[in-house]
């Protein structure tokens, strides 16, 4: 998740705001189409502003939201109440929280120690240090709500290490070891964002997307039941594929399992404090997984682990505080769930979604639900963030794919996991993307080809296999 654009000159960041301010003013002063009401439409048009500041960043995210929000109280578009509503939201905090497991993780070495210890079991083959580093981010997903974090902060460095210690160095020895492997980490990262809904940041919005546009609840047990098969398929197809391409030129790799264990025995015996951090990351799963059955609210979970691991000691409140990332996305996360909230009031998606419908005839809802999801996958081209092409996209897709009769769970469970699967396409899409193609182990040219063609597998395995699996779970 990108938050800010620092190579931009201040000149640069002007003329985008500029071009922001231009577009939700011409917006306001348009009339509004017949059936919107007056002032629907005039925080629509802040609306759009706000997310036009998202995908050309002339400010960080929060600073961007922080001003549509204020926009919205000055005009008297909405009350202050009104325009503060979104972080009284039960998933903004969630996701809130998550960010401090996250911090956990890095704070006490877990994150790491996970890692390694797949590593030293699955690490003697190239294939298998490919899956171990992939299984690594898979278990990390559930508690780490960043790719940035997750794949960025924990597993890169490792891959980096792992490279080096091959002798696979940017350049020529790329092809040895170095070229794979970061491929592969990175295009597992979609994968298992798209799998859990505390694995990317804008999975809860998401959720309360949804529930706004489509009146549906989608649970952290339903999200994951769904995507656990496709996603588990996917990333043993795509490391498999990647491998048979790409063709590293070491297939033998017993010196990653000695380093794994010799990094396991430089962090010494598990400490007190990760110990902590996995029984109460372990006791979050299990309650997330049952909360059907003991009806604790997901947020009431993440809280009661946050406590936990404060009683404990294992994060001090001053760590809560340092959260930079977690305040940040508090901030625009808040303030878009309060504005789509207002929206939704207001009857903006309403009016949209019988406008569509009006517009939508004779075509199969199947197939013109695939025709939907397949233009919000591939538009993904055009966003530099996850978290803005899905507040971009979503509502509309959704909207339309409602309006054709497609059953609206599956629907918005479906683009949900395409909003985080697109993040394959390019070297722009994600936080992970500048470090891994930053890196210079990957051409651009092999960047977008490997990414188009995991795009493709993606596409195939989950509209594909997992249609049929979905059909097996009633969600249509």
Known sequence: MSTSNTSLTRNQRIVRFIVLVAVGTAIWFT???????????????????????????????????????????????????????????????????????????????????????FIRAFGHKTLGLAYALVASDLVLAPGI????????GVLYPIVR??????????????????????????????????????????????????????NVDITWGTWALAGIVPGLLSLLVMTYVIYLIDRPEIRETPQAAQLARDELAKMGAVSRDERVVLGTFALALLLWITGSLTHIDATVVALLGLCLMLLFGTITWEDVLAERTGWDTLIWFGGLVGMATMLSKLGLFKWFATFVSGHVTGMPW?????????????????????????????????????????????????????????????????????VYFGSNYVSLRRWWGIGLLVGVINIVIWLGVGSFYWKMLGLY
């Open 31 to 117: 009339s509004a189409p017949s059936g919107i009401d007056h002032k629907a439409w005039q925080l629509f048009a802040i609306f759009v502003a706000t997310i036009l500041g998202l995908i050309l960043q002339p400010l960080p995210m929060g600073a961007i939201v922080l001003i549509g929000m204020t926009t919205t109280a000055l005009t008297g578009t909405l009350s202050i109440g009104d325009a503060l509503n979104g972080f009284s939201n039960a998933t903004v905090w969630l996701i809130f929280v998550a960010f401090m497991f996250a911090r956990a993780f890095a704070k006490t070495g877990l994150g790491r120690r996970v890692a390694y210890w």
């Open 145 to 152: 709500p960043s790719g940035a974090a997750r794949t960025g």
């Open 161 to 214: 290490s792992l490279s080096s210690a091959f002798g696979s160095e940017p350049g020529p020895s790329a092809g040895k070891i170095g070229r794979f492997i970061h491929l592969t980490t990175y295009q597992a990262h979609g994968v298992n964002c798209a799998m859990f809904m505390t694995a990317m940041a804008a999975n809860p919005l998401i959720v309360e997307l949804a529930k706004k546009t489509a």
């Open 366 to 434: 199947l197939p013109a639900l695939v025709v939907i999801v397949l233009v919000y996958n591939f538009s993904g081209y055009l966003f530099a963030s996850l978290t803005a092409h899905t507040v971009a996209l979503y509502v509309p897709m959704l909207t339309v794919a409602v309006a054709v009769g497609a059953p609206p769970l599956f629907a918005a469970l479906l683009l949900a996991f395409f909003s985080s699967l697109c993040v394959s396409l390019t070297h722009y899409a994600g936080g992970p993307s500048p």
